[in-house]
Structures are given as structure tokens and as C-alpha cells.
């Protein structure tokens, strides 16, 4: 059993920076691929960005591409989600998730993904 707690989110105006943690229990953590989620008000959950167990591979929606970067400290169980030029339509609430092995194989899907968190929410106001 994995439990995931994020954090780091809050209110920003456009154009400006987050940067979401994400803390996993266990000692497994190195073996798992990670992935962000988020949920606009009024809207299904979507996929962000994942990375692989190690570290090596990652990969955004287009809408993110460019502006959020996924990290991972292995030794500190911990994956991040750098977020820059914000804008309001990434306000939403943002999850992590966590896929046994090395990648998902749809990476999108949330049925790929068998750990959640919470959810922090992320306000971009304009």
C-alpha cells in the first residue's frame, strides 16, 4: 500500500510559478512511474504528466508542454510538478498517482495509475 500526499498548491496570479510536492509512504517508492492528474471545476480529471520510476523519461499534455516540468527525488519518495507562466485555465484541483513499474502503458488513463492523493488545489486568477 502507497499513500500519496500532495502539496504546495494555492492562489497565483497568471504568469506566475508553483511547485506541487508530492510525498509517498513505503519504501517502493523508486519502483513506481508517477503522474500528475488535475480537475477544472466542472470538468473530468486529465492527464498532466508523468514520470518514469527512474527519473529518465517524462511526458506532458500539449497544454503543459513548455511551461510545467516533473521531477523526482527517489530518496526522498518525493515527485514534483513545476508549474511556470500559469494561467487561469490551469486552475483545478491537482493529484498525483502512482503506476506500478517502470511506465504506464497508457499513460493517460487513469485506470493505469493504482495510488492517488488527495488533491491540492491550484487558483490561477487573471
Known amino acids: 500500500q502507497v499513500q500519496l500526499v500532495e502539496s504546495g498548491g494555492g492562489l497565483v496570479q497568471a504568469g506566475g510559478s508553483l511547485r506541487l510536492s508530492c510525498t509517498a509512504s513505503g519504501r517502493t517508492f523508486s519502483t513506481y512511474a508517477m503522474g500528475w492528474f488535475r480537475q477544472a471545476p466542472g470538468k473530468e480529471r486529465e492527464f498532466a504528466a508523468v514520470i518514469s520510476f527512474n527519473g529518465r523519461s517524462t511526458y506532458y499534455r500539449d497544454s503543459v508542454k513548455g511551461r510545467f516540468i516533473i521531477s523526482r527525488d527517489n530518496a526522498k519518495n518525493t515527485v514534483f510538478l513545476q508549474m511556470n507562466s500559469l494561467k487561469p485555465e490551469d486552475t483545478a484541483v491537482y493529484y498525483c498517482?502512482?503506476?506500478?513499474?517502470?511506465?504506464?502503458?497508457?499513460?493517460?488513463?487513469?485506470?493505469?495509475?493504482?495510488?492517488w492523493g488527495q488533491g491540492t488545489q491550484v487558483t490561477v486568477s487573471s
Open positions: 498517482a502512482a503506476a506500478k513499474g517502470p511506465w504506464p502503458r497508457n499513460m493517460l488513463s487513469e485506470s493505469e495509475y493504482d495510488y
